[in-house]
Nanobody
Framework: QVQLMESGGGLVQPGGSLRLSCAAS????????MGWYRQAPGKQREMVAV????????NYADSVKGRFTISRDNANDTVYLQMNSLKPEDTAVYYC??????????WGQGTQVTVSS
C-alpha cells in the first residue's frame, strides 16, 4: 500500500504563490503515477498536474499551465506543486494522488487552498 501526506495549503491573495508538498510512504517503488487533483465546492474533482513515471511525462490541466509546476524529490519520496499567479478560481481542496501497482489509487487527506483578497 501507499500512504500520502500533504502540507502547505492556506490563504493567499490573488497573484500570490503557494507550494504544496506530498510525502509518500509504503510501497514507493510500485507507484506508476503521482500528482495533484483539486475539488472546488459544488464541482467534480479534477486533475491539476501529474507525473507519469513510465516515460517521465508530466501532464497539466490547461487552466494551470504556465502558472503551476510539479516537481519531485526522489530522495525524500516527495512531490511538490508550486503554484504561482494564483487566481480566485484556484480555490479548492487539493489532494495528492498516486496510482500504484497499475490498479490501486491512494489519496491524501486534502489541503485547503483559498485565494481571496
Amino acid at each position: 500500500q501507499v500512504q500520502l501526506m500533504e502540507s502547505g495549503g492556506g490563504l493567499v491573495q490573488p497573484g500570490g504563490s503557494l507550494r504544496l508538498s506530498c510525502a509518500a510512504s509504503g510501497s514507493i517503488l510500485s507507484i506508476n503515477v503521482m500528482g495533484w487533483y483539486r475539488q472546488a465546492p459544488g464541482k467534480q474533482r479534477e486533475m491539476v498536474a501529474v507525473f507519469i513515471n513510465s516515460g517521465g511525462v508530466t501532464n497539466y490541466a490547461d487552466s494551470v499551465k504556465g502558472r503551476f509546476t510539479i516537481s519531485r524529490d526522489n530522495a525524500n519520496d516527495t512531490v511538490y506543486l508550486q503554484m504561482n499567479s494564483l487566481k480566485p478560481e484556484d480555490t479548492a481542496v487539493y489532494y495528492c494522488f498516486a496510482r500504484y501497482s497499475r490498479i490501486y489509487d491512494a489519496w491524501g487527506q486534502g489541503t485547503q487552498v483559498t485565494v481571496s483578497s
